[in-house]
């Protein structure tokens, strides 16, 4: 029911931020929640960062912790990832998704919707 544009991707060094949008058409922001995932060349789909829109509970995968930061604005139907301390590690295709209200998990499995995925690199 809900579609899905991220944005604000682009090229950054080592140790610098990026913030990514996912703007959210088609539903209310706080009838579903958000998960963030990347991919890079050859590997696989990685949850690293959700929203739980029931009680705005979050979690983030080891990999990010402590550089990723999610935040929704409900009344634009928005959500953000600020990503700070970036490596060459996390150079991949970001895709934010929604899911059900209650959930709170990193698993593709449970997201519906998704964005067509914005580019991150990060080099020097």
């Known amino acids: 029911q809900v579609q899905l544009v991220e944005s604000g991707g682009g090229l950054v060094q080592p140790g610098g931020s990026l913030r990514l949008s996912c703007a959210a058409s088609?539903?209310?922001?706080?009838?579903?929640?958000i998960g963030w995932f990347r991919q890079a060349p050859g590997k696989e789909r990685e949850g690293i960062a959700c929203?739980?829109?029931?009680?705005?509970?979050?979690y983030y995968a080891p990999s990010v912790r402590g550089r990723f930061t999610l935040s929704r604005d409900y009344a634009k139907n928005e959500a953000f990832l600020q990503m700070d301390r970036l490596s060459p590690e996390d150079t991949a295709v970001y895709y934010c998704?929604?899911?059900?209200?209650?959930?709170?998990?990193?698993?593709?499995?449970?997201?519906?919707?998704w964005g067509q995925g914005t580019q991150v690199s990060v080099s020097s």
């Open positions: 088609g539903g209310h922001s706080n009838d579903y929640s």
């Open positions: 998704a929604a899911g059900p209200v209650r959930i709170l998990s990193l698993g593709a499995n449970y997201y519906t919707a």
């Open positions: 929203i739980s829109s029931h009680d705005g509970a979050t």
